[in-house]
């Protein structure tokens, strides 16, 4: 039988020397242990962070990081690093935690106590729905529906569990009767956060999500009045020599092209308005560049050491980017970017390996930042770095998480109601003003 285990060796002297395909087993096999061996031992649930070394009880849990997580346990499920009905087991029993946590409307916080599942706010009045995050966390359990797709019947309560959580969310109730949908809400300050998604961001799946949702989708023209109606959301300007279709300039941090396309694939996704794949290989590219011409002169950066999105720094948390740029390298900023730009990310992760591993590797794989100019390496790891990490490199690989999500009825759904085209949706008979979710 494989053991349910993810303990892998700790690297060998001359890893250099090993194959890429080898490196990319090295590299999601150590990453997946943070989501298997450091889950929080009641809920199952992905902590927010972790130390590199062992830390004290810590039940701080991320709802979008569990996303991500549950998507790293099917990866290692399907290498054979993880037993399949180990896998079912914790899955199952993250499902029944969520199930009894608090909601609101159907969605979950940002944060989540592991032991009690009750709500810890992010922000004083961040502590009720969070949208984006829950987005994230339904990404990763339609990912695991499509995969336990088996007759037996711990597959079938899965599937079950999954759509009884995905039903209950209200996404059009978080229109707040306007044109929009809003990020925040929160039981005792209600919209006081005030914050509609808008622009182009990491927030594209959670419309598909709810115009796809069979009894609470949104009106298309939300998306296209809402997020694709502001100022910010076009760019078309010149960056490195590279136009960016969309988005702020300079394209933002890097998780702007990895969040929502952990599942989402990009290839021949287009829609009024982008070709996403093109949008995510120009984003990828200037921020490459932006490293490799390094015009602030910070120490370290070069194409064997790229990469610029958010993570911890040495004061505090960062949103990295070409245009904010405080000689922080996330290394999940490259590594997740392999689908865009394979030579690049890979001559990245050749590039980290010839630093002081004692720094930059622990027992859940790369930390989740370091800054040579000030000769700082974080001693964390962070749930949503971590994540993209294993399911980009994975996509990259084979494509797995792109097809089991892209097979979903409510995503395909979601995006022909959207107007979106690509060829995941050549079996779709979209009816116009259609309402009800057609089966597949």
Request: hydrophobic share 40%; glycine share 10%.
């Amino acid at each position: 039988m494989i053991p349910s285990t993810l303990q892998a060796p700790d690297l060998p002297a001359n890893v250099l020397e090993f194959d890429d395909d080898a490196l990319l087993d090295i590299v999601q096999r150590h990453t997946a242990r943070y989501f298997w061996e450091g889950a929080h031992p009641i809920s199952g649930l992905a902590r927010d962070r972790q130390k590199t070394t062992g830390a004290p009880a810590n039940d701080l849990v991320a709802i979008g990081g569990s996303g991500f997580g549950i998507m790293a346990i099917i990866v290692a499920v399907e290498r054979g690093w993880i037993d399949r009905t180990a896998a079912l087991s914790r899955l199952q029993g993250m499902l029944d935690f969520l199930e009894s946590s608090p909601r609101y409307q159907g969605v979950f916080p940002h944060f989540i106590n592991g032991r009690t599942g009750a709500t810890i706010p992010f922000r004083r009045k961040d502590d009720g729905a969070d949208l984006v995050e829950t987005t994230f966390l339904f990404q990763g359990l339609i990912c695991a529906r499509e995969y336990f797709a088996g007759m037996a019947t711990e597959e079938a309560r899965l599937r079950q569990s999954v759509d009884e959580l995905l039903s209950q969310a209200e996404w059009n109730w978080f229109t707040s009767g306007a044109r929009q949908l809003m990020w925040h809400w929160s039981p005792n300050h209600g919209w006081a956060m005030d914050s509609p998604i808008r622009g182009w961001n990491e927030c594209l799946l959670t419309f598909v999500l709810a115009a796809g949702s069979a009894r609470h989708s949104i009106d298309p023209g939300i998306y296209h009045e809402g997020f694709a109606g502001g100022p910010d959301f076009r760019n078309g300007r010149d960056h490195y020599g590279i136009a960016l279709p969309l988005g702020m300039n300079s394209g933002g941090p890097l998780f702007f092209s990895h969040y929502s396309f952990c599942g989402l694939d990009p290839r021949g996704l287009s829609d009024r308005y982008a070709d996403y794949w093109q949008q995510n290989l120009c984003h990828t590219q200037i921020n490459y560049r932006h490293c490799v011409r390094n015009p602030h002169k910070h120490l370290g950066y070069s194409p064997d050491c790229w990469g610029l999105t958010a993570s911890h720094g040495p004061r505090g948390y960062i949103a990295s980017a070409p245009d904010r740029d405080f000689g922080v390298i996330a290394p999940s900023a490259a590594l997740s970017s392999f689908p865009y730009a394979p030579a690049e990310a890979m001559r990245a992760l050749r590039g980290f390996l010839t630093k002081p591993l004692n720094r930059i590797w622990g027992r859940f794989g790369f930390v989740d930042a370091f800054c040579e100019g000030r000769n700082w390496y974080s001693r964390t790891y962070l749930a949503i770095n971590q994540g993209p990490i294993i399911a980009m490199i994975e996509n990259h690989r084979t494509g797995l998480l792109w097809r089991l999500f892209m097979g979903a009825p409510e995503v395909r759904w979601g995006l022909a109601r959207l107007g979106f085209s690509t060829q995941h949706l050549d079996s779709i008979n979209v009816r116009s003003g259609g309402q009800e979710l057609p089966r597949i």
